[in-house]
Every structure is written in C-alpha cells, then in structure tokens.
C-alpha cells in the first residue's frame, strides 16, 4: 500500500504564488509517473501537471507557463510551484501516484482571492 499526502495550499491573493508538496511512500516512487490535479466545486477533477520517471513534464494549457512539476526522488516528493495564481485556480489539488495501480492522497485547498 502507498500512502500519498499533499501538503502547502492556503489562501492566497491573485498574482501570488504557492508551492504544493506530494510525499509518497513505496520503494518504487522513481519509476512512477506523479500528477497534480485539481477539482473545483461543480467541477469534474482535471489533470494539471504530471511528471515521468525521466522527468519529462506535461501541462494543462491553462497553467502552462505558471504553474512547474518536479520531483525529488530521495525524498520521494513531488512539487508544484505555482505562480501568477488566479481566481480560476481555486479547487482541492490531489497528488497521484503511479498509473495502474494509482494512488490519490486526500487533498490540499488552494483558495484564490481577487
């Protein structure tokens, strides 16, 4: 079993920034493909950003440029650094790990003010 935990939302002011952190567990976290989505109220959950084992990236088109997935694989975390933030921004981000079989961690709220 892999436990996922996100971690760095809050509330911030339109323009600013956060970073969001996604710490796995399992010994196989560098051969897995990790994701950020997010699913505002009345929304259906998107996929923002994701990250393969070699670290290469895919974006939304509505984050692109603002919004950059990385990893660090001793530590098992995977980051979104958030920049520009806006109000359209504003959902719960879940991490994902791996494909088949996946992992979802519980969530962190990211709330952006105008």
């Known amino acids: 079993q892999v436990h996922v935990v996100e971690s760095g939302g809050g509330l911030v002011q339109a323009g600013g920034s956060l970073r969001l952190s996604c710490a796995a567990s399992?010994?196989?976290?560098?051969?897995?493909?990790m994701g950020w989505y997010r699913q505002a109220p009345g929304k259906e959950r998107e996929l923002v950003a994701a990250i393969g084992s070699g670290g290469n990236t895919n974006y939304a088109d509505s984050v692109k440029g603002r919004f950059t997935i990385s990893r660090d694989n001793a530590k098992k975390t995977v980051y979104l650094q958030m920049n520009s933030l806006k109000p359209e921004d504003t959902a719960v981000y879940y991490c994902?790990?791996?494909?088949?079989?996946?992992?979802w961690g519980q969530g962190t709220q990211v709330t952006v003010s105008s």
């Open positions: 994902k790990y791996g494909l088949i079989p996946a992992y």
């Open positions: 399992g010994s196989r976290f560098s051969i897995n493909t």
